[in-house]
């Protein structure tokens, strides 16, 4: 059998099904024991009315100087009489019959129950009556008293016994109404239940209701939204802003794609318009020889900047990406810069002189080779070009029992803004200084943050006096 997918799970659905379930399982027991407690009430009230006739009953029995007297008048208890014989009665003077009810009469074969029992002890039975229907009887064994006209001093006693018996029809139809009334009430209580239940649940539910309403209007795509709430509710307030943080970075990253995306295209339209002009004199004036002769190098040169700007393009992207596999080895930083600076000498000539390179010979750190010449390489590139000419790169490092930080500082002209601080790690951002410079495209400083961010490095950038700008560079040590 395949596992269910794609199950849907329903807040609502079970918060209605469990609290409709207690409520009902509490209503069904309180129900439960009234229904018991109203059909006990009631049995021992048909029970009671058996007791109180047969100790009226008993009253009437005398024991007159050893006769025994039963004085009954039917017109008192009418139900004993053959016009109605729905109750019936017997008496026994020891093991003998002595008196039986006129409804008895109508049966003459049939006798009540019979029971040997201590002396003014009574038992309640279930039976059938003579006329065929269910009913219950009372069994009762005494000592008639002696009427007052008795003569003293006789010790003999009359032991008497006296059933009485009676139908349960009318007591069993209502212990049946009670049930029934039970079963309906429970009924109708947990339909009940689960309607309030239902209502209380949809209004409990309405903050999240709204929420999904006001996501449902979001458009990163337009005007800054966020989403607001006339109501505080406690338990949605932190995913409300945690969804406002969201949407805001979305609309930024959204933002900055556009940004992006009109960057590059800008960057890349120069050089494709060079090559179409280029392209376009050359057709046209064929024999020219000063456009043949320069021809093939400058449609080279616009390639090899066009190359640049894609390589380092497909840099950015693939550092941004999970996609990049990190391989930590142990690096010596100074023979590490060693080898940047080796690298970068075909750009900048002089780069021995004015680097100044103040690392320990063993410092040593684990991390990513690649990653690590990658942003050294832009820092210090960017370093010698921003720098003034004739003055000292510094390179030095700080290290504690943590990490190693690694500065990297150079004179300039003039220091950077606040905002020209915060935005010289954005994709294509290029300073006034280098937007002439076709060597020069903003993404050397995005390529170092996002290695940084994927190498668990820290980098800043910050003025400092004497107009210098230095950037700092946190390595964590593993």
Known sequence: MLPQQNKTHSIKRKLVNYISAVISVILFTI?????????????????????????????????????????????????YEQAQASEFYQLWHGEAIFERSDSLDLFPNANLPFLDMPINESKIIDIELPNGHDGRALISHFIAHKDDRSITGLDVFN???????????????????IDVVFILTCIFGVFGVRYLVTRIVNKGLYPLHNLNDQIKLLDITGVAQTIESDIKVEELEPIRNELNKFITINQKLYSNEKHLTSDIAHELKTPIAELISLSEVAIRYPDDKRIS????????????RMKTIVNSLLLLQRSSSNAFELSNQNIILKRLIDQVIEELTFKHLNISKR??????????????EFSLN?????????????????????????ENEY?????????????????ELSAI???????????????????????????CDLNGFKINAQNNENNTLTFNLTLPIK
């Open 31 to 79: 129900f439960l024991t009234v229904d018991l407690s109203v059909d006990t009430w009631v049995e021992d009230q048909f029970n009671q009315s058996l007791t109180n006739k047969a100790n009226y009953l008993k009253t009437l029995v005398e024991d007159d100087n050893g006769n025994v007297e039963f004085d009954f008048a039917g017109e008192f208890m009418s139900e």
């Open 159 to 177: 032991r008497m016994t006296l059933t009485i018996a009676a139908p349960t029809d009318e007591l069993n139809k209502v212990l049946i109404i």
């Open 293 to 304: 002769d320069t021809y093939t190098s400058d449609v080279l040169n616009i390639s090899q």
């Open 355 to 368: 680097i100044n390179n103040m690392l320990d010979d063993d410092l040593t750190i684990i991390a990513d």
């Open 374 to 398: 990658t942003i050294l390489c832009n820092l210090i590139d960017n370093a010698l070009f921003y720098g003034i000419t004739d003055q000292a790169i510094i390179l030095d490092a700080i």
């Open 403 to 419: 990490s190693v930080t690694i500065s990297i500082s150079n004179k300039v002209d003039k220091l950077l803004n606040n905002e």
């Open 425 to 451: 790690f954005d994709p294509l951002y290029q300073l006034d200084s280098s937007r002439t410079n076709n060597q020069r495209h903003g993404l050397g400083l995005s390529i170092v943050q996002s290695l």
